[in-house]
């Protein structure tokens, strides 16, 4: 998780953001740390994906 919010934080942008994972516990954790106006989990319509400047993809792998 640390690695990958560290890489969907280091952006000019962050209009947006996508959190996508079975662990509803990591997604309010994740999403809870994204530096975004909005974060979506689970879900992103068609219109917000035409400006969507982050999605981050978390597995359901438990946590190291």
């Known amino acids: 998780e640390e690695e990958v919010l560290k890489m969907a934080n280091d952006t000019e942008y962050g209009l947006m953001s996508g959190v996508f994972t079975k662990d509803i516990n990591r997604a309010m954790r994740v999403s809870a ?32």
């Open 33 to 64: 740390r994204l530096e975004s106006g909005v974060v979506g989990i689970n879900c992103v319509s068609y219109v917000s994906f035409k400006s969507l400047t982050k999605i981050v993809l978390i597995t359901s792998f438990p946590s190291r």
